[in-house]
């Protein structure tokens, strides 16, 4: 069974950039055909998907974020990563990275497996 | 984007109660609809995949149901633990969205 945990700062400042490393344990992120993802939840609100992965590399966005997330992938480390730029109030919110189940492919599919969360707030 | 629209917002029902969430597309999403429930301060857990596939380990009291624009979660007879936020999600086409959510609470 996968677990997957979010690790970063808890605090960025307006316009820097906030980044977040998932770390997968309990499977290799790269021997299985699996894509990964980043999710995330303003306080009070809904959930909103930011991107994913595929263990190759390929990746893909919400065009919502307007290119400012970058996604990659550290097979050496078991890990996949989330760097969200210029970074305002808009973008405090819990961030949950995920794992699709393996072999599916990126649409027609779902989110098994959820990190617990790390709230990460944009404040100076 | 695919919207997806949730109703109702919220719910309040009694243990033991059958209880409905509905879920709408904005447009055709096949049977790729995924239903999430979430407690306070914790992350999403998957319950229904591909519309109505039950997730290993999921109470069989849940089921979902539907195609097309039109879904459902329906749980034939509420437990206390179940009172928590359910969602939606379309995986038909990038970007994936949810819905605004459903917060079922205890009447």
């Known amino acids: 069974q996968l677990q997957l945990q979010e690790s970063g700062p808890g605090l960025v400042k307006p316009s820097e950039t906030l980044s977040l490393t998932c770390t997968v344990s309990g499977g290799s992120i790269s021997s299985t055909p699996y894509y990964w993802g980043w999710i995330r939840q303003p306080p009070g609100k809904g959930l909103e998907w930011i991107g994913s992965i595929y263990y190759s590399g390929i990746t893909y966005h919400n065009p919502s974020l307007k290119s400012r997330d970058t996604i990659s992938i550290d097979t050496s480390k078991n890990q996949f990563s989330l760097k969200l730029s210029s970074v305002t109030a808009a973008d405090t919110a819990v961030y949950f990275c995920?794992?699709?189940?393996?072999?599916?492919?990126?649409?027609?599919?779902?989110?098994?497996?959820w990190g617990q969360g790390t709230l990460v707030t944009v404040s100076s | 984007d695919i919207q997806m629209t949730q109703s109702p917002s919220s719910l309040s029902a009694s243990v033991g109660d059958r209880v409905t969430i509905t879920c709408r597309a904005s447009?055709?999403?096949?049977?790729?609809l995924n239903w999430y429930q979430q407690k306070p301060g914790r992350a999403p857990k998957l319950l229904i995949y591909?519309?109505?596939s039950l997730q290993s380990g999921v109470p069989s009291r849940f089921s979902g149901s539907g195609s097309g624009t039109e879904f459902a979660l329906t749980i034939s007879s509420l437990q206390p633990e179940d009172f928590s936020t359910y969602y939606c999600?379309?995986?038909?086409?990038?970007?994936?969205?949810f819905g605004q959510g459903t917060k079922l609470e205890i009447k």
């Open positions: 591909a519309a109505s």
């Open positions: 999600q379309q995986s038909n086409a990038i970007p994936y969205t």
């Open positions: 995920v794992s699709f189940p393996p072999d599916t492919s990126i649409v027609a599919s779902y989110f098994d497996y």
């Open positions: 447009q055709r999403i096949n049977s790729n």
